[in-house]
């Protein structure tokens, strides 16, 4: 098979390397996995969530990206091939799993901006996806990396609905200082590469309890 | 688009419509969804969530089939068009969400047999996945359609391990009557047409409690 540059849609790169990276290049609790920092953060957080799945520490998973088959092939003795196909929005964000019996759910996003986080990363379905589970009480959040600087932050889904509602009539984006004041700056780590979880636990117990 | 039945590489019909069916065929409150017992299993657990999803019940989503993508074709003014792509193992099960602040995971399977439910519905990863959650404190079953008769059960994961782990030296199914005594049978309903959540009600009540 032939690996090419894939687009989605809008333009972004579509990495086809994560899953398999997932598959093939699973590290092990010796091998080392620090220093990717060229990585896309969907690889790096692919990366950590293996690691906190292999070490029981949480189940979490990228959701695949939806398409729509249209056209399948069955030749004799090879697999199924997809001749036609299209990308569909998704109704979701790209992660959830469980984590000490709480359900997380959360939307990875890269930017390019230098001093704020612009909202058009997000599409309204996302929105309306992490409400509806916040209200289920879900911890439902968004890590953003800051690409010229690499920093990273785990900023809670509640911040991001406040900012979300008032684009028609402030600003529309999120400023980088109210990331770092109301969010959780995370560090690169070692194993796992972005140790998010430990800032998880700190929302958690912001967050008020659900349960019924 | 030319519709085409779709079959996986193991030969089970590809259901195309199930999401179609979610974004086309919203049923409102006052629609009825009942009486399509000729519908795959996939597509009635697919009405039901969103039901559970548009009365702020629960919010449950089939995952994606995870699909390597090879080649893809961007003509102008046109969608990108996906022309060689292979399916691949899932590494998680079909479905997960939360529900009153619950992590749930399943998997729904049909089966033609009238008197157990063969071992060989699941796939290895797909019981590892079910244990790793499990251990997080998830709440983790099997919804299982016995065809012949349209009977519907809840399976907790539990018994599904029990049977799975004796398969070397035991049978190689588990027996309808026991999954009737160990798991909870499900009525057909109105809305939703599979009310599920209220045999979860149950399930949670018997499990024990894994915050931290």
């Not at 939806?66 to 979701?92: C, G, H, L, N």
């Not at 909202?119 to 916040?134: S, V």
């Amino acid at each position: 098979m032939r690996q090419l540059t894939i687009r989605y849609p809008n333009g972004q790169i579509y990495h086809q390397g994560s899953s398999n990276l997932c598959k093939n290049h699973k590290p092990k609790n010796d091998q080392v996995v620090f220093g990717n920092r060229g990585m896309p953060l969907e690889d790096e957080i692919n990366l950590s969530n293996l690691f906190y799945l292999q070490n029981d520490l949480a189940v979490i998973h990228k959701k695949p990206i939806p398409i729509q088959i249209v056209q399948v092939d069955y030749p004799k003795r090879s697999a199924a091939v997809i001749k036609e196909a299209y990308f569909k929005q998704a109704s979701t964000t790209d992660y959830n799993g469980v984590y000490h019996g709480y359900y997380l759910d959360f939307e990875a996003k890269e930017t390019q901006s230098q001093t704020s986080f612009p909202l058009n990363n997000f599409h309204d379905h996302q929105i309306k996806h992490l409400r509806a589970c916040t209200k289920q009480g879900g911890i439902c959040f968004t890590i953003i990396k800051f690409v010229s600087t690499q920093e990273l932050f785990l900023l809670p889904a509640k911040i991001l609905y406040n900012y979300w509602d008032q684009q028609s009539t402030g600003r529309k984006s999120i400023p980088k200082n109210v990331i770092a004041e109301n969010g959780f700056t995370i560090k690169y780590g070692f194993q796992p590469l972005i140790p998010y979880l430990e800032k998880v636990d700190l929302l958690i117990k912001q967050s008020p309890e659900k349960r019924s």
